[in-house]
């Protein structure tokens, strides 16, 4: 069965303070992996798709990276704005449904 | 402007009394899922729609239905409510099963 585990469950950071998150996964065939970002009372809002190990994707502070059995989110010099929870899923060839990890729930101190 | 709704975005029921919350997407996209969310668990699909007329079950799909009966709409219905349903749910819409989702604002359901 499709797994993915997300570490830590929180993370409370200084502001400037960088850090990374983790993404491990399980699947049969990995067609893509998700990352994305969910303030409070909010729905989930995009932020990355990645679908090859080796591959890296980057939007302001924040880079994507991929392995063979996970991927990780690197938060640069964090600002206060950036304290949400981070998703991640993964989505198998074998199927059409989307399985997430549990998120972390980060908090950046200013 | 690009949006998937929900309605209501809060409820409160009694268990056993049926209730519907509604999604509609503007994007024209194909695909189109419903997640519930609960503290620890994350989000877990509920059901998914690759098109019109074409639905399946994700990972917790008891005690739900859902119907695609046109491109835009993906209705959940909750036939007799129970509190373990008690949850924070979200719908969301994509251009394929294979694209970034779109989220809705959250209905948060509370059953007594």
């Known amino acids: 069965e499709d797994q993915v585990t997300q570490s830590p469950e929180a993370l409370r950071l200084q502001e400037g303070e960088s850090s990374s998150l983790n993404c491990s996964y399980t699947?049969?065939?990995?067609?893509?992996l998700f990352w994305y970002r969910q303030d409070p009372g909010k729905g989930p809002e995009f932020l990355f798709t990645?679908?090859?190990a080796g591959e890296e994707k980057e939007k302001e502070r924040l880079k994507a990276t991929l392995t063979k059995k996970e991927s990780f989110l690197h938060i640069t010099a964090p600002k206060p704005e950036d304290s949400a929870t981070y998703l991640c899923?993964?989505?198998?060839?074998?199927?059409?449904?989307?399985?997430f990890g549990a998120g972390t729930r980060l908090t950046v101190k200013p | 402007e690009a949006q998937v709704t929900q309605n209501p975005r809060y409820l409160i029921t009694v268990t056993g009394k049926k209730l519907t919350v509604t999604c509609s997407q503007n994007?024209?996209?194909?695909?189109m899922s419903w997640y519930r969310q609960d503290p620890g668990l994350g989000l877990r699909q509920i059901y998914y729609?690759?098109?019109?007329?074409?639905?399946d079950k994700g990972d917790v799909p008891e005690g739900y239905k859902v119907s695609r009966k046109e491109k835009r709409n993906f209705p959940l219905i909750l036939e007799s409510p129970s509190p373990n349903q008690t949850s924070l749910y979200f719908c969301?819409?994509?251009?394929?099963?294979?694209?970034?989702?779109?989220f809705g604002p959250g209905t948060r359901l509370t059953v007594l």
């Open positions: 969301a819409s994509s251009l394929s099963a294979y694209n970034e989702q779109f």
């Open positions: 699947v049969s065939g990995l067609r893509g």
């Open positions: 990645l679908y090859s």
């Open positions: 899923a993964v989505q198998a060839y074998n199927n059409n449904d989307m399985r």
């Open positions: 994007m024209n996209h194909e695909y």
């Open positions: 729609s690759m098109n019109v007329e074409v639905t």
